[in-house]
C-alpha cells in the first residue's frame, strides 16, 4: 500500500507503531466497530513526495490590478494601518467529513492622528471593513454553513462566521492592544467567478461616530488559503480550479486512516452526517479547544505523526506537503525578503526538529502517546533531543529578535530553539517601546513583513499602505513623517528605527 515509501525506524517500526496503536485502551465508545466502518485504503502512492512537485501544477505568477489608496502628506489629519495578524490563514474546507481550521481571519487596524506628537484615536470613531467584489458570498463557496452547528455547536446564519461577524462590518476596539479588530472574519478564497485567490484585499475605513465623515481609508489583503495538501498522500485532487480545497475523497481518506490508526468510527459518523472538529478531541491552543487531556494535542498529533514518513527533507519540502508554501504553487504564503534567502525551517526547524519540540513538551505533560512517536526521530538543528527545548503549539514561537539583536540589522539566519515565552510575547500580540503602535501596523504579518514583494497575485498586494502613505515599500515610519509633522529626533519607538 505504501510504495516508495520511507517511514522513520523502516518496516519494523511502522508495524510496531500500529502494534503498541491497537494494542493501547482506546474509550471504549470508540473502541466498538471502527474496523468495519474503515472502508478501503484510498493512499494509493506515495513516491511523488519525494519530489517537491507531487503531481501539482505550476503556477505562474500574475498581477491582479490593486488600487493604492491617496494620502496627502500636506493635508491628512489622519492614518489609518490595517493588517491581517498571520499573514497566512488556512482553512480545511472538508466540512462535510471533518474540520480543522474554520473560514476565520482577524484583521486589525490602528488609527493615528498626526501631529507634532501624534495620537492613536481610540474613541470617537467607527472604523468599518469591507471585503473586495466577487468575495461577498463565502456561503456561495464552502459548505461550512451547512455544519457549523455540529462542527462548533453554533447556529450561524449563512456568512456569519464563528465570531459572530460576516465580510463586511464594523471593528470592536480592544482596549489592550490600542487597536481595532475584526475577529474570525470567515473570508474564503474562492472568487465568484471560480477562480483560486488566496489574496482578497479589504477596504478599511474610518469615520467621524457623530458626523459620520471620513477620516482615513486604507486597503490590506486578508490572506486566506485552501491549499493544504493533505490530497498530496492521501488521494483525492484538488477541488477548486484545479490547485486548491479538498475532494471528498481526500477528506474520507483521512478519516480512513485514523480510524484504521486509532480505532474511531469518523468515517461512519460522517457518512451520518456528523462531521467532526479534529480538535474537539485534540487540544489544539489556536482554536481554544482543551480536547480529551490523554490525548495529544492537535499540532503535536498531526506534525508528530507526520514527522515519521517525511525525515531527512531538503530545506521546507517536508512543509509543503501540508503547507501552501510551495514556490510553483498558487499561494506561495512567505512572501517577505526573508523568502529569498531563508525557508520554513531557519525559525520553525526542520520536520523532525519542529515534531520533537511538540512532543517533548506532550512528553513532559506526561501524555502517553508521545514517546511512540519519538522514538524514531532524530533531531537535525541540534545534536541531541536534551537539547531541543519544548514549546507549546501558537504560543511559543520563534521570535524577530532572535536574529536581529536590539532591533539591528539581522546577523544570522538561525531562529530555531528560542521561544517566545507566552502569548504576551507574539510578534503578532507585541507593541512597539512605548505600547504604543503595534509591530505589526509598522512591519506587516509575520511571513509578509515589509518589503514583501513575493505575491503571486503582484508586487504590490502585500504593500498597499507602505506605497500609499510612503511611495515605497519599506516598513512604515522609513518616513516618520507619515505621522510626525514634525522630524523626530530620537527614537521612540524602537532602537534602528531611523537607521541611526
Ligand atoms: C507525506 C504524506 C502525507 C501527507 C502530506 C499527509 N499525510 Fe496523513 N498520513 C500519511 C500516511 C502515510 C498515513 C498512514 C496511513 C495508513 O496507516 O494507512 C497518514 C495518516 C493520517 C492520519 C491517521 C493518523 C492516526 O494515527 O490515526 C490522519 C488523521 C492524517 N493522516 C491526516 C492528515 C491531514 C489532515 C493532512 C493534511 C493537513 C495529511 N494527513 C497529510 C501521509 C501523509
Ligand atoms: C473522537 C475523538 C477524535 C477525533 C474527532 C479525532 N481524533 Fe485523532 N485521535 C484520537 C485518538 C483516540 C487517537 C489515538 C491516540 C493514541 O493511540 O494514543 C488519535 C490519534 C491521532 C493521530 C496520531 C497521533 C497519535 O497519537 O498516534 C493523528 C495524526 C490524529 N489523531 C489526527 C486527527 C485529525 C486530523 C482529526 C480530524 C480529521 C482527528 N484526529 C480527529 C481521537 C480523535
Ligand atoms: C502533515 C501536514 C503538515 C506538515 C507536513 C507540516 N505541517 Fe505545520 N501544520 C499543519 C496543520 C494542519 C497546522 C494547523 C494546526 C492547528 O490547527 O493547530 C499546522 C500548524 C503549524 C504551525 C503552528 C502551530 C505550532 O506548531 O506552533 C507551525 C509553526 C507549523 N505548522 C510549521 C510547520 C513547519 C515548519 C513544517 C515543515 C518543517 C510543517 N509545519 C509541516 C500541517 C502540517
Ligand atoms: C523569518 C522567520 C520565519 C520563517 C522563515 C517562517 N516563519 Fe513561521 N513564524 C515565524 C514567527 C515569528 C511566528 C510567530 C508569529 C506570531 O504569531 O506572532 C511564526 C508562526 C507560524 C505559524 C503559526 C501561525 C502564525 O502565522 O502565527 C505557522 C503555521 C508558520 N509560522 C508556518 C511557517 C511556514 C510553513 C514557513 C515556511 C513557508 C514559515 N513559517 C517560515 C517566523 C518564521
Ligand atoms: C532567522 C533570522 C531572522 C528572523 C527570525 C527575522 N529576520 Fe529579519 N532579517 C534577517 C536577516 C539575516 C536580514 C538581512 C539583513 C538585514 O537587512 O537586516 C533581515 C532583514 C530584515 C529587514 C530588512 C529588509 C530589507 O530588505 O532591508 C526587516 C525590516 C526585517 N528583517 C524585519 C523582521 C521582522 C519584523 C521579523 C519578525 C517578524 C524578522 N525580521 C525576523 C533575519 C531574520
Ligand atoms: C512606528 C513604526 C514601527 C513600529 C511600531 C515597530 N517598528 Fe520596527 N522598524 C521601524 C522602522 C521605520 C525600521 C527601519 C526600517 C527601514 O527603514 O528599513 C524598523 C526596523 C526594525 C528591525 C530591523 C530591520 C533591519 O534589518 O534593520 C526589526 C527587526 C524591527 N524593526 C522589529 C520590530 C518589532 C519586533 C517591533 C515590535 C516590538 C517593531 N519593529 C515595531 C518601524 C517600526
Ligand atoms: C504610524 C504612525 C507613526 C510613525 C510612522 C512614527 N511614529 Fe512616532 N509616534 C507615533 C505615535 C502614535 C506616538 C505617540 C505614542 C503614544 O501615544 O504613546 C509617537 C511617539 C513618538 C515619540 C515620543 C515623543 C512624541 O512625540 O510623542 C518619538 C520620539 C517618536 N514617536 C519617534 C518616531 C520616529 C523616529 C519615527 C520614524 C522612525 C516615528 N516616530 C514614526 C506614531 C508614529
Same mark, same amino acid.
Given at each position: 500500500?505504501?510504495?516508495?515509501?520511507?517511514?522513520?525506524?523502516?518496516?519494523?517500526?511502522?508495524?510496531?507503531?500500529?502494534?503498541?496503536?491497537?494494542?493501547?485502551?482506546?474509550?471504549?465508545?470508540?473502541?466498538?466497530?471502527?474496523?468495519?466502518?474503515?472502508?478501503?485504503?484510498?493512499?494509493?502512492?506515495?513516491?511523488?513526495?519525494?519530489?517537491?512537485?507531487?503531481?501539482?501544477?505550476?503556477?505562474?505568477?500574475?498581477?491582479?490590478?490593486?488600487?493604492?489608496?491617496?494620502?496627502?502628506?500636506?493635508?491628512?489629519?489622519?492614518?489609518?494601518?490595517?493588517?491581517?495578524?498571520?499573514?497566512?490563514?488556512?482553512?480545511?474546507?472538508?466540512?462535510?467529513?471533518?474540520?480543522?481550521?474554520?473560514?476565520?481571519?482577524?484583521?486589525?487596524?490602528?488609527?493615528?492622528?498626526?501631529?507634532?506628537?501624534?495620537?492613536?484615536?481610540?474613541?470617537?470613531?467607527?472604523?468599518?471593513?469591507?471585503?473586495?467584489?466577487?468575495?461577498?458570498?463565502?456561503?456561495?463557496?464552502?459548505?461550512?454553513?451547512?455544519?457549523?452547528?455540529?462542527?462548533?455547536?453554533?447556529?450561524?446564519?449563512?456568512?456569519?462566521?464563528?465570531?459572530?461577524?460576516?465580510?463586511?462590518?464594523?471593528?470592536?476596539?480592544?482596549?489592550?492592544?490600542?487597536?481595532?479588530?475584526?475577529?474570525?472574519?470567515?473570508?474564503?478564497?474562492? %472568487?465568484?467567478?471560480?477562480?483560486?485567490?488566496?489574496?482578497?484585499?479589504?477596504?478599511?475605513?474610518?469615520?467621524?461616530?457623530?458626523?459620520?465623515?471620513?477620516?482615513?481609508?486604507?486597503?490590506?489583503?486578508?490572506?486566506?488559503?485552501?491549499?493544504?495538501?493533505?490530497?498530496?498522500?492521501?488521494?483525492?485532487?484538488?477541488?477548486?480550479?484545479?490547485?486548491?480545497?479538498?475532494?471528498?475523497?481526500?477528506?474520507?481518506?483521512?478519516?480512513?486512516?485514523?480510524? =484504521?490508526?486509532?480505532?474511531?468510527?469518523?468515517?461512519? =459518523?460522517?457518512?451520518?452526517?456528523?462531521?467532526?472538529?479534529?480538535?474537539?478531541?485534540?487540544?489544539?491552543?489556536?482554536?481554544?479547544?482543551?480536547?480529551?487531556?490523554?490525548?495529544?494535542?492537535? %499540532?503535536?498529533?498531526? $506534525?508528530?505523526?507526520?514527522?515519521?514518513?517525511?525525515?531527512?527533507?531538503?530545506?521546507?519540502?517536508?512543509?509543503?506537503?501540508?503547507?501552501?508554501?510551495?514556490?510553483?504553487?498558487?499561494?506561495?504564503?512567505?512572501?517577505?525578503?526573508?523568502?529569498?534567502?531563508?525557508?520554513?525551517?531557519?525559525?520553525?526547524?526542520?520536520?523532525?526538529?519542529?515534531?520533537?519540540?511538540?512532543?517533548?513538551?506532550?512528553?513532559?505533560?506526561?501524555?502517553?502517546?508521545?514517546?511512540?512517536?519519538?522514538?524514531?526521530? =532524530?533531531?537535525?538543528?541540534?545534536?541531541?533531543?536534551?537539547?531541543?527545548?519544548?514549546?507549546?503549539?501558537?504560543?511559543?514561537?520563534?521570535?524577530?529578535?532572535?536574529?536581529?539583536?536590539?532591533?539591528?540589522?539581522?546577523?544570522?539566519?538561525?531562529?530555531?530553539?528560542?521561544?517566545?515565552?507566552?502569548?504576551?510575547?507574539?510578534?503578532?500580540?507585541?507593541?512597539?517601546?512605548?505600547?504604543?503602535?503595534?509591530?505589526?501596523?509598522? $512591519?506587516?504579518?509575520?511571513?509578509?513583513?515589509?518589503?514583501?514583494?513575493?505575491?503571486?497575485?503582484?508586487?504590490?498586494?502585500?504593500?498597499?499602505?507602505?506605497?500609499?502613505?510612503?511611495?515605497?515599500?519599506?516598513?512604515?515610519?522609513?518616513?516618520?513623517?507619515?505621522?510626525?509633522?514634525?522630524?523626530?529626533?530620537?527614537?521612540? $519607538?524602537?532602537?534602528?528605527?531611523?537607521?541611526?
Amino acid at each position: 500500500m505504501m510504495r516508495g515509501y520511507k517511514f522513520a525506524g523502516g518496516l519494523a517500526a511502522i508495524l510496531a507503531l500500529s502494534a503498541t496503536l491497537l494494542s493501547a485502551p482506546l474509550q471504549p465508545a470508540l473502541a466498538s466497530d471502527h474496523a468495519a466502518a474503515a472502508p478501503e485504503q484510498q493512499i494509493t502512492s506515495l513516491t511523488e513526495m519525494d519530489s517537491l512537485e507531487m503531481g501539482n501544477p505550476i503556477v505562474e505568477p500574475r498581477t491582479l490590478p490593486v488600487t493604492i489608496p491617496p494620502f496627502d502628506k500636506e493635508t491628512a489629519e489622519y492614518v489609518l494601518l490595517a493588517w491581517n495578524n498571520l499573514g497566512m490563514h488556512c482553512i480545511s474546507d472538508s466540512d462535510p467529513y471533518w474540520i480543522l481550521l474554520p473560514p476565520a481571519n482577524d484583521i486589525f487596524a490602528q488609527l493615528v492622528r498626526r501631529g507634532d506628537s501624534p495620537e492613536i484615536v481610540t474613541e470617537g470613531v467607527e472604523i468599518s471593513y469591507q471585503v473586495e467584489a466577487g468575495f461577498e458570498h463565502p456561503e456561495n463557496h464552502v459548505r461550512f454553513w451547512e455544519f457549523a452547528d455540529k462542527l462548533f455547536g453554533a447556529d450561524l446564519p449563512p456568512g456569519i462566521g464563528v465570531g459572530g461577524l460576516g465580510v463586511n462590518g464594523v471593528m470592536k476596539l480592544e482596549e489592550d492592544h490600542r487597536a481595532f479588530v475584526a475577529p474570525f472574519v470567515p473570508v474564503v478564497p474562492y %472568487p465568484d467567478d471560480g477562480s483560486y485567490n488566496p489574496y482578497p484585499i479589504f477596504t478599511i475605513t474610518a469615520k467621524d461616530k457623530e458626523t459620520g465623515e471620513v477620516l482615513a481609508m486604507t486597503k490590506t489583503v486578508a490572506p486566506t488559503a485552501t491549499e493544504m495538501g493533505c490530497k498530496n498522500c492521501h488521494g483525492g485532487g484538488w477541488r477548486v480550479a484545479g490547485v486548491a480545497g479538498f475532494t471528498d475523497a481526500t477528506s474520507l481518506d483521512v478519516l480512513a486512516a485514523h480510524d =484504521k490508526n486509532s480505532g474511531t468510527n469518523l468515517v461512519e =459518523k460522517a457518512q451520518n452526517g456528523e462531521p467532526m472538529l479534529c480538535q474537539s478531541c485534540h487540544a489544539d491552543p489556536v482554536l481554544g479547544t482543551k480536547g480529551d487531556p490523554e490525548l495529544l494535542s492537535f %499540532p503535536a498529533a498531526l $506534525h508528530g505523526w507526520h514527522a515519521n514518513f517525511l525525515t531527512d527533507r531538503e530545506g521546507m519540502q517536508a512543509c509543503v506537503a501540508c503547507h501552501p508554501s510551495r514556490p510553483e504553487g498558487p499561494t506561495q504564503c512567505f512572501r517577505s525578503h526573508h523568502s529569498m534567502f531563508m525557508d520554513c525551517t531557519n525559525c520553525h526547524g526542520t520536520m523532525e526538529d519542529h515534531a520533537l519540540s511538540l512532543l517533548k513538551k506532550e512528553h513532559e505533560a506526561g501524555k502517553k502517546g508521545a514517546a511512540r512517536l519519538m522514538a524514531n526521530l =532524530k533531531p537535525r538543528k541540534v545534536a541531541t533531543l536534551e537539547e531541543i527545548n519544548p514549546r507549546t503549539a501558537w504560543i511559543n514561537e520563534p521570535d524577530c529578535l532572535n536574529c536581529h539583536e536590539d532591533f539591528q540589522m539581522g546577523m544570522t539566519v538561525d531562529a530555531f530553539n528560542t521561544w517566545t515565552e507566552g502569548p504576551e510575547g507574539l510578534y503578532r500580540n507585541r507593541h512597539d517601546q512605548m505600547e504604543a503602535m503595534m509591530c505589526e501596523a509598522c $512591519h506587516g504579518s509575520t511571513h509578509a513583513v515589509y518589503p514583501a514583494t513575493f505575491n503571486k497575485l503582484g508586487e504590490k498586494r502585500d504593500s498597499i499602505q507602505p506605497l500609499q502613505y510612503q511611495g515605497n515599500d519599506r516598513p512604515i515610519g522609513n518616513d516618520c513623517t507619515v505621522c510626525h509633522t514634525v522630524q523626530p529626533e530620537f527614537e521612540g $519607538h524602537h532602537p534602528n528605527s531611523l537607521r541611526m
